[in-house]
């Protein structure tokens, strides 16, 4: 499990098992819990695997459901069934329903100007009927649906048109920061996105601007083909320092050179792996300007998946530049 998926998994595993045992999770015990999730695959058999991570951390509990999967409920026996353990604490009632994903909206709205001023406009989060101006606000009540839930939700994060990337950013950490488990973007269909920690912020010779981001991953020992793409403010792209597409007001979208790139690089990437490892994720690290506008964005993620990349990952800054 990728350390972004285990810091979401670690804090609604202590925060439900907080909730039963009536007081604060202990952090030596909190700490075994991110030892053993950060041990086992991403996103396979959770029960399973958080059921593991208390009885490593010397916590007997027992799940109701013995595969919980996403679009389905469970077919696990009830808790409190014969052959428990004793004291056994139940977190879930037999065969629940798997929370249907929350979808976080990103709008640009107007308001209203003084005399002599033209519109403003600001960001909006909407969550269900809820609308946020600020990011706190939508943080809190991002924490608060995980709260309500036994089980981790899944969370769409829907930006609309005008939004940049640095928001998309700062939305994925906060449903980070929230407990969600499983964290998508609208219309990408990647088996994993995963933020990867640069070096610097600043990149491609100090044109590229990256957005910082509290939860990251270090970038260790990435496959040597693994492709890097790069996208500017502009809505340029680039691989190896060759623009692959600029565009041109007036001018149709072609993207065909950036089509092609993409086979060739995933085809590159297939043939030196060896045949057992067929079908095994293939990687793709995208470097995006803060700046850059989320439709830009989301029309090279759909063309990274539709070549066969299906392990994203994206570059973030640890620290803002200014």
Known sequence: MNPFETAARERHLTAVLAEAMGEQVPSDLSARIHDRLARAPSRRSRTGYLAAACVAAGVTVVFAVGQLQRGGSGNGPAAGAAGAAPGAVALQDPQPAVPEAVELQLRVVDVGATAGESTKSRLEWRLGEQHFATAELAAAALRRVVAATKAAP???????????????????????????????WQGIGARSMVPKEAT???????ELELPPAEFRAPDEDPDVLRPVLDLYRN???????????????????????????????RRALESARPAADAGSQLPILVRVDRGTAWNDVQRLLKLTTAAGFNSLEFAVAGRQVR
């Open 235 to 265: 809505g340029r792209i680039a691989h190896a320092g060759v623009t692959l597409f600029a565009p041109r007001a007036g001018e149709d979208t072609d993207l065909t050179t950036v089509r092609t790139r993409l086979d060739e690089l």
């Open 154 to 184: 899944s969370l769409v994060i829907a930006p609309a048109e005008g939004i940049a990337w640095r928001d998309v950013v700062k939305a994925t950490d906060m449903a980070m920061a929230a407990g969600f488990a499983d964290i998508r």
């Open 200 to 206: 610097d912020p600043v990149v491609a010779a100090g």
